[in-house]
């Protein structure tokens, strides 16, 4: 108990170690997991205090108040709705037990998770594909803004009075809805990144 309290003073207790994939299933974030849904862990953050779970749809973030409590709060961060940007490594100095991984989730507190030194080269990993679901995901923003550019040009063409009936408008309205929430929540809404994980993860 004397050295978790320690710990937690000396600002050395949430430093994690990468979690290999054969022992997913006996963390707490891999009871979170959507496997029933084809979702599937590629890399696992583990300290005393939480759990940075980077799934192909998400990033599940056990959060411990402290290392020396049991209170666990989860949090689940689909890549769907929240954009990754800022992704950085702090590497260790010469001094220092640690290195650092950042990044910032679109409407989320930014991240800056310690790990040790040693786990730097599979540090390297996560980085690359957090990176690339970064850069993806800002074309798929300018193809949505695009997308609505072009609906507002499209119904600039048309005019009220020149519709021949109200059944004609609605089906316009509808057919138009429905190509633009396919382009915008699936054709320029990648949820799935399981392809970008499986060219960068090597655990």
């Known amino acids: 108990m004397f050295k978790r309290i320690a710990s937690e003073a000396l600002g050395i207790s ?5 979690v290999s994939p054969a022992d997913y299933d006996k963390v707490a974030a891999d009871d979170y ?3 029933e849904d084809g979702e599937k862990i590629f890399f696992l953050i583990k300290s005393k205090k939480d759990e940075y779970c980077f799934t192909n749809l998400a990033l599940i973030h056990v959060d411990g108040d402290s290392a020396i409590s049991s209170k666990r709060a989860v949090k689940r961060y689909d890549y769907s709705s929240h954009k990754v940007s800022q992704v950085s490594i702090e590497t260790a100095g010469t001094i220092d037990l640690d290195v650092e991984l950042k990044f910032v989730l ?3 507190m930014p991240f ?3 790990l040790e030194k040693k786990c730097i080269e599979a540090l390297k990993d996560i980085y690359k594909a957090l990176i690339s679901i970064s850069k993806i995901q800002s074309k798929e923003e300018i193809a949505r803004d695009n997308a609505v550019l ?6 600039s063409m048309y005019k009220l009075n020149n519709v021949e009936s ?3 408008i609605v089906k316009h309205y509808n057919s138009m809805l429905t190509n ?8 320029y809404t990648k949820r799935d990144f399981s392809n970008i994980f499986e060219k960068y993860i090597k655990n």
């Open 150 to 155: 072009c609906l507002q040009a499209v119904s």
């Open 166 to 168: 109200e059944d004609t």
């Open 180 to 187: 633009l929430n396919a382009t915008m929540l699936e054709r």
């Open 106 to 108: 679109e409407g989320v």
């Open 33 to 35: 997991v959507f496997h």
């Open 112 to 114: 800056s998770i310690d």
């Open 14 to 18: 949430d430093i994690g170690i990468i």
